[in-house]
């Protein structure tokens, strides 16, 4: 599996999503209180991503 989701708990014991691509961590998500959220989240990226707009403040 070269790119993947992972949902996970924190230390503070919220859920977290994490995306990872060759087992390299590109991103991950506050934390959220339910998995339900953090589910919610990834079905977000994954609707939304494609379209967003990239912002360059370099």
């Known amino acids: 599996m070269a790119h993947h989701f992972e949902i996970y708990r924190d230390k503070a014991n919220e859920y977290r999503v994490r ?10 998500t506050e934390g ?5 959220s953090a ?3 990834i ?7 494609p379209d967003a707009e990239i912002v360059d403040n370099s």
């Open 43 to 49: 079905d977000s990226i994954k609707k939304n991503g």
């Open 39 to 41: 589910q919610n989240a």
């Open 32 to 36: 959220y209180a339910s998995k339900a």
């Open 19 to 28: 995306f990872k691509y060759n087992s390299e961590v590109m991103f991950s």
